[in-house]
């Protein structure tokens, strides 16, 4: 039986990096900038054509390693996607919380499954605050998140289904996509067959 522990207790939480104005896109930039706008939140992913730019880094910015977990904090859609195979050096931008596992007994693809899920999402409505213009989950809310630790075997299977339902999703569209263009084109052959 696991037990439950609050986020901020086996997770290292930093925000993202935050800029005085607009990011000067540059192809040649020296670092790269995973923003809101590459999430894909049907797939729980980013793109991998990410912007390029040359930072002015402080000393709270935390350049983004394998298996951090990044967690949107503005908007209405509070997701958490993991990540996994950056192209180079590579910083969050401010609307996000950079959150590190730092627990033994914590698997950051079970994290990333429990972050995304109802019990999370009520959670973040009933403690968030508003921004000027939309929702915003402070830092201390997100630190507070109670959760449930089963044991690593568990935690591997869950993490594990939950990519093969990712799978199964892309998989299902693809499918989809495919009957679309072959009824089409069964339809198309018909008229000109006529």
């Given at each position: 039986?696991?037990?439950?522990?609050?986020?901020?207790?086996?997770?290292?939480i930093?925000?993202g990096h935050?800029?005085?104005?607009?990011?000067?896109?540059c192809?040649?930039g020296?670092?790269y900038l995973?923003?809101a706008k590459?999430v894909?939140?049907?797939?729980?992913?980013y793109?991998t054509?990410?912007?390029?730019?040359h930072?002015?880094?402080?000393?709270?910015?935390?350049?983004?390693?394998?298996?951090?977990?990044?967690f949107?904090?503005k908007g209405?859609?509070?997701?958490?996607?993991?990540?996994?195979?950056?192209p180079?050096?590579?910083?969050?931008?401010?609307?996000?919380f950079?959150?590190?596992?730092?627990?033994?007994?914590?698997?950051p693809?079970?994290?990333?499954?429990?972050l995304?899920?109802?019990?999370?999402?009520?959670?973040?409505?009933?403690h968030?605050?508003?921004?000027?213009?939309m929702?915003?989950?402070?830092?201390?809310?997100l630190?507070?998140?109670?959760?449930?630790?089963?044991?690593?075997d568990?935690?591997?299977?869950?993490?594990?289904?939950?990519?093969?339902?990712?799978?199964?999703?892309?998989?299902?569209?693809?499918?989809?996509?495919?009957r679309?263009?072959?009824?089409?084109?069964?339809?198309?052959?018909?008229?000109?067959?006529?």
């Open positions: 039986m696991g037990m439950d522990m609050k986020l901020k207790d086996m997770s290292d930093h925000s935050i800029t005085r104005g607009k990011i000067d896109v192809p040649s020296s670092h995973l923003q590459d894909d939140a049907a797939r729980m992913s793109k054509d990410l912007s390029r730019f930072p002015v880094l402080s000393r709270s910015d935390r350049l983004l390693a394998d298996g951090d977990l990044l949107l904090a209405t859609h509070n997701i958490t996607i993991r990540v996994e195979a950056l180079g050096p590579a910083l969050a931008a401010a609307s996000f950079i959150v590190r596992p730092t627990s033994q007994d914590l698997l693809g079970y994290l990333c499954w429990y995304n899920q109802a019990p999370v999402a009520q959670y973040l409505i009933q968030s605050g508003r921004g000027v213009h929702p915003v989950v402070r830092r201390a809310v630190e507070n998140i109670e959760v449930p630790l089963p044991p690593l568990i935690q591997t299977k869950i993490a594990g289904m939950s990519q093969l339902m990712l799978k199964e999703m892309d998989l299902l569209q693809l499918l989809g996509k495919k679309s263009e072959l009824i089409t084109a069964a339809c198309l052959q018909t008229i000109s067959d006529n």
